[in-house]
DNA sequence: TCGATCCTGTAG
DNA sequence: CTACAGGATCGA
């Protein structure tokens, strides 16, 4: 599931592929995609542009175009966007694709089809991204803005960190690692760690991302699978009873906001 | 703040 | 065959 370090990975190849290129023709074969919003309307608004600039905030990865529109696409669980020689040799998962000139295109493939594509407005995307918290790799998060932030929540550490409102990108994944790291108990409230827990909170959410997107970006291979959670090694995501690497004690999955949370009962008091 | 919803592949 | 997975959004 792409979370912020994959979600860089796939702009960043697609910004070396894509970047100029005229789309000719967009094709939307899901209207769930896209609605509210309409195939057709998404469809003429995207047909004739050119991509002038990629761009990711947060999960989304908003694709800048002639005339002002701004395309933001969200691969949510299963989505993935590559370029490919011939849009015509389409498998059935694709959802849309951006042909440009000689067939070749940028692809959104969903299996699942639970990603969005929406067409915008600059002013639009900026009151997007007014709604978002910081990005974790920015100078803007600094250790002093998690403290004010921690100090002005109760909520459970992980669904404080995956709160796209609070800080943006931080998935599943990243987040149950992150707090590992740290040292940190998923459900411990935020106002409760003090500044040594913070600080460690802080480095951790930091170095965890950086060390992905290195990853992301060099197991990341066109269609097919993310590296992703095989090729980022996770402590305890996903490793439900099996022994912590640091403490032998086995890790336990609990359910936070309808979600797994998988922990170290003895790392992360 | 919590639960339902969207989707379909995969695990059971 | 059914249950479950899960990010974001929306309604209760």
Redesign the pocket.
């Known amino acids: 599931?792409p979370e912020l370090p994959e979600v860089e990975a796939v702009c960043r190849k697609i910004q070396a592929e894509a970047l100029g290129q005229k789309i000719v023709r967009a094709a939307v074969f899901r209207a769930?995609i896209v609605?509210p919003q309409s195939t057709d309307e998404v469809e003429a608004a995207i047909t004739g542009r050119t991509i002038q600039c990629v761009e990711r905030r947060?999960?989304n990865i908003l694709l800048y175009l002639s005339g002002g529109t701004v395309v933001r696409i969200?691969l949510?669980?299963t989505g993935n966007l590559y370029v490919v020689l011939d849009v015509r040799l389409r498998s059935a998962?694709v959802r849309a694709y951006f042909e440009f000139r000689g067939h070749r295109g940028l692809v959104f493939d969903d299996?699942?089809?639970?990603g969005r594509l929406h067409v915008h407005t600059k002013d639009e995307i900026d009151q997007f991204a007014a709604t978002l918290g910081p990005e974790p790799l920015s100078p803007e998060f600094t250790l002093d803005w998690l403290a004010v932030a921690a100090r002005a929540s109760?909520?459970p550490a992980k669904l404080f960190l995956?709160d796209?409102s609070t800080i943006s990108g931080l998935?599943?994944i990243y987040a149950a690692e992150a707090l590992f790291r740290a040292r940190v108990h998923p459900a411990k409230p935020m106002n409760r760690l003090r500044r040594p827990k913070l600080k460690a909170l802080h480095e951790a959410i930091v170095t965890v991302l950086a060390d992905a997107v290195q990853s992301a970006c060099i197991t990341y291979s066109g269609p097919g699978n993310f590296g992703e959670a095989e090729s980022f090694p996770c402590f305890v995501y996903d490793r439900e009873g099996e022994a912590c690497s640091i403490c032998r004690r086995l890790v336990r999955r609990m359910s936070q906001?309808?979600?797994?949370t998988y922990y170290c009962p003895g790392c992360q008091k």
């Open positions: 599931m769930g609605r947060a999960k969200h949510r669980m998962s299996p699942r089809a639970l109760r909520k995956m796209q998935g599943n906001g309808g979600r797994s």
